[in-house]
Each structure stands twice: as structure tokens, then as C-alpha cells.
């Protein structure tokens, strides 16, 4: 079966779940997405690490730095708040943005980076090389508009939103977010979480971006930074919707 049909068939299999049993999965898959989100920024993030904090709220033994304890930590509370805000049919505005930053990042940010008067929740100040592409985004002065201006553009269409565009408006944002690179860290973490809440309140699975597949998933944000092409984007993100669910959907 080809590409499209595999994607079709898990978004077919998600839509038969109840929601009980949406639930349940999605409690399976935090772990996994916060795992490989976190990798693509911190290689010191460990999966033994990620599913004791997700498991217990702790990790025995460790002796990595805090920073990376603290974004694991990060990534299990802001997923939960993520899948509460679907539920009550939170805004996308900028708001939620901020909010999603300073959550996904607290207790992450250098003493450098503090010192430059950079802060979690709070746009950047300066300009910082986006990973994966030699670029630094958008001006620093710029960004808090065309975040605003970005976010309306998502809230134009969210409730009207269905399975079919849910792909489509996801890649869009996550894609039109990373170009602008809004924060001087974590723009990519805020990227990967919003844009499963974009996906979820479109009745479509999340989606994990594995670390394994990085330099794809920077190659297909250059195409849409240079060209403006989101065709590699949708292809990538309909290949790591097979990959996340493939074997959950068999069981």
C-alpha cells in the first residue's frame, strides 16, 4: 500500500476510537512524543529518563544536568494542559503561544541566555541560528506581529476545521511558525506542541517527529523557508503519522 493509503488507514483507525479509548492512547503516545521532541534539542534527553517522569514524576540515579531533567518535566506537563485546552475548546491566539513557550521551557534557559534578558514565555530580544538551516528567522522586532498575525490565520480556521485540512493547516503553522523562529530557544518544542493541537482539534492523530528523522524534518522546513513549498512538509508529516501509530493500530 502506498503512502497515502497507510496514512488514510490510521486516520480511518482514529476515528473509529471512542473516547475512552482515545484516552488511552494518547496517555501512551505523551511519552514518546515528548522523548523525541525534547532528543531533536537536548541529546542528553534518555528515553529511561522520559518514561520515569511520566511514570513516577521522577528519576532515580540521575546525574545529568537539570536543564534536561527540567525539559522532559516540561514536556509531560505541557502535553496534559495541551490535550485540556482541545478539550475546552481553547482559542489559538498568541496568548496560547506565550503560554505553550514559557511552559515547554521553564527551568531550560542558560545563564547566558538569562543574562541577556531572554526568558521563557517571552518573545526573542535578539537574532539566534534556527538548527538544522543557516538562517536566524525573523527579526526580533518583527516576530510578536507575525505570531499574532499567524495565530489569527490558524483561529480563522479552526473551527471549521476537518480531518482532511487538519494535515494541511498543521503543516502550514508548524512550517510559518519555525521560519519566523519567534523565541531565542524553543521555538522548535512550540512548533511540535501546537502543532498537534492544531491536529487534534481537527479529529487527526498527533504526530511524533522522530529524532531519527531530524534531518528530514529540517530539510522539509528549509523547502518551505526557501521556496515556500509545503509539499515536503505534508509528505513527511503523513509518514510520521504512519510511523507513530502504525503498530498501536495493529494491536
Given at each position: 500500500?502506498?503512502l497515502?493509503?497507510?496514512?488514510?488507514?490510521?486516520?480511518?483507525?482514529?476515528g473509529?476510537?471512542d473516547?475512552e479509548?482515545?484516552?488511552k492512547e494518547?496517555?501512551?503516545?505523551a511519552p514518546e512524543?515528548?522523548?523525541?521532541?525534547?532528543?531533536?534539542?537536548?541529546?542528553?534527553?534518555?528515553?529511561?529518563d522520559?518514561?520515569?517522569?511520566?511514570?513516577?514524576?521522577?528519576?532515580?540515579?540521575?546525574s545529568g544536568?537539570l536543564?534536561?531533567?527540567?525539559?522532559?518535566q516540561d514536556?509531560?506537563?505541557?502535553?496534559?494542559?495541551?490535550?485540556?485546552d482541545?478539550?475546552?475548546?481553547r482559542p489559538?491566539?498568541?496568548g496560547?503561544?506565550?503560554?505553550?513557550?514559557a511552559?515547554?521551557?521553564?527551568?531550560?534557559?542558560?545563564?547566558?541566555?538569562l543574562?541577556?534578558g531572554?526568558?521563557p514565555?517571552?518573545?526573542?530580544?535578539?537574532?539566534y541560528?534556527?538548527?538544522?538551516?543557516?538562517?536566524?528567522?525573523?527579526?526580533?522586532?518583527?516576530?510578536?506581529?507575525?505570531?499574532?498575525?499567524?495565530a489569527?490565520?490558524i483561529?480563522?480556521v479552526?473551527?471549521?476545521?476537518t480531518?482532511k485540512k487538519a494535515?494541511?493547516?498543521a503543516?502550514?503553522?508548524?512550517c510559518?511558525f519555525?521560519?519566523i523562529?519567534?523565541?531565542?530557544?524553543?521555538?522548535?518544542?512550540t512548533g511540535?506542541t501546537?502543532?498537534n493541537?492544531i491536529?487534534?482539534?481537527?479529529f487527526?492523530?498527533p504526530?511524533?517527529i522522530f529524532e531519527?528523522?531530524k534531518?528530514p524534518?529540517f530539510e522539509?522546513?528549509?523547502?518551505f523557508?526557501?521556496?515556500?513549498?509545503l509539499t515536503?512538509f505534508?509528505?513527511?508529516?503523513?509518514a510520521?503519522t504512519?510511523?507513530?501509530?502504525?503498530?498501536?493500530?495493529r494491536?
Amino acid at each position: 500500500m502506498d503512502l497515502e493509503g497507510l496514512y488514510e488507514g490510521i486516520c480511518d483507525w482514529w476515528g473509529t476510537l471512542d473516547e475512552e479509548s482515545k484516552a488511552k492512547e494518547l496517555a501512551a503516545f505523551a511519552p514518546e512524543f515528548a522523548y523525541n521532541s525534547a532528543s531533536i534539542e537536548d541529546s542528553a534527553v534518555t528515553r529511561e529518563d522520559t518514561e520515569q517522569v511520566f511514570s513516577t514524576g521522577r528519576v532515580s540515579s540521575y546525574s545529568g544536568e537539570l536543564s534536561t531533567l527540567n525539559l522532559i518535566q516540561d514536556q509531560r506537563d505541557t502535553f496534559a494542559r495541551v490535550l485540556a485546552d482541545v478539550d475546552h475548546g481553547r482559542p489559538f491566539d498568541e496568548g496560547l503561544v506565550l503560554e505553550a513557550h514559557a511552559a515547554l521551557t521553564w527551568g531550560t534557559y542558560s545563564p547566558t541566555q538569562l543574562a541577556d534578558g531572554e526568558r521563557p514565555g517571552t518573545y526573542k530580544l535578539g537574532d539566534y541560528l534556527v538548527p538544522g538551516v543557516a538562517e536566524v528567522g525573523a527579526p526580533a522586532a518583527d516576530a510578536p506581529r507575525l505570531v499574532r498575525e499567524l495565530a489569527d490565520e490558524i483561529s480563522g480556521v479552526l473551527p471549521s476545521l476537518t480531518r482532511k485540512k487538519a494535515l494541511t493547516v498543521a503543516s502550514y503553522f508548524h512550517c510559518s511558525f519555525e521560519t519566523i523562529h519567534p523565541f531565542s530557544d524553543g521555538s522548535g518544542l512550540t512548533g511540535r506542541t501546537l502543532m498537534n493541537y492544531i491536529l487534534l482539534s481537527g479529529f487527526h492523530p498527533p504526530v511524533i517527529i522522530f529524532e531519527t528523522d531530524k534531518q528530514p524534518y529540517f530539510e522539509a522546513l528549509e523547502s518551505f523557508n526557501a521556496e515556500g513549498d509545503l509539499t515536503p512538509f505534508k509528505k513527511l508529516l503523513m509518514a510520521e503519522t504512519i510511523k507513530s501509530w502504525r503498530e498501536r493500530a495493529r494491536s
